[in-house]
């Protein structure tokens, strides 16, 4: 089921160098957005992931991908002082504005794929990929390169918007996501309107937090699980690396 749900996506597959090039055009007020597009909940999906990393060598050394202002390794640090802590980004200026926010704490970054991460197999105690995914390309891809990033036992955890048109309020969420918060960016900050129109369609687009955990497992991810948050428009997906084998 899984393989038959990355297909069907693949003619939707985003363009790295439209993406790339959008990201680098809304960089200066790109947190400001997300804090208002989100009614501030994306500081609390936020903290839902990192409260869930998973140590497996103290202090920990943990992999946060698509890392864009670095907001998820801030809270990353905030639960886990002592971790080493990499962020990888394929978006010079997002890199750069990170870079500032971060100054105080001892992070690393890097510029690269995330499907090329240019890291060592058996690295990370975890890895993250928090409001990025639905942007990669191909997704089987990235799931296969987290496994061989992640120490045996290692946890994976994926933060995504997504649209679930079974519930009550889905006419509400899918007008706000399609129209209205395009709209915003567009004309209260002067945005690109193009940016979030394509940012609100892939959100409609993604799949079900049940079909990504499907997704992982069928690449070898062991003991998925997942919550769902906030109206039924932001999931939190986790499983391992197996430990042997």
């Not at 003619?11 to 200066?28: D, H, K, V, W």
Request: hydrophobic residues 45%; charged residues 25%; aromatic residues 12%.
């Amino acid at each position: 089921m899984a393989d038959q749900a990355i297909k069907r996506d693949n003619s939707l597959r985003p363009n790295p160098a439209r993406i790339r090039e959008m990201f680098g055009n809304i960089t200066r007020r790109y947190d400001f957005f997300n804090h208002l597009l989100s009614f501030g909940q994306d500081i609390f999906w936020r903290r839902a992931l990192a409260r869930r990393l998973l140590v497996l060598d103290p202090p920990g050394n943990f992999l946060d991908l698509a890392t864009g202002s670095g907001d998820q390794l801030i809270m990353a640090h905030k639960a886990f002082p002592e971790a080493t802590l990499t962020g990888l980004d394929f978006s010079r200026p997002m890199l750069d504005l990170a870079d500032a926010k971060l100054a105080k704490i001892p992070v690393k970054l890097a510029l690269g794929d995330v499907l090329e991460p240019p890291f060592e197999d058996n690295s990370f105690d975890s890895i993250s990929i928090s409001f990025g995914l639905r942007n990669v390309a191909d997704r089987k891809t990235l799931y296969r390169q987290v496994l061989r990033l992640l120490k045996p036992g290692g946890r994976f955890l994926v933060l995504e918007l997504f649209y679930d048109p079974r519930k009550l309020l889905s006419p509400v969420v899918g007008l706000y996501t399609k129209t209205i918060s395009p709209w915003i960016a567009s004309w209260l900050f002067r945005a690109p309107n193009d940016a979030y129109k394509y940012l609100g369609l892939s959100v409609i687009r993604f799949p079900h937090p049940a079909v990504i955990a499907d997704e992982m497992e069928n690449v070898g991810f062991k003991d998925l699980t997942y919550r769902i948050y906030t109206l039924n428009v932001a999931m939190l997906v986790w499983g391992h690396k197996p430990k042997e084998g």
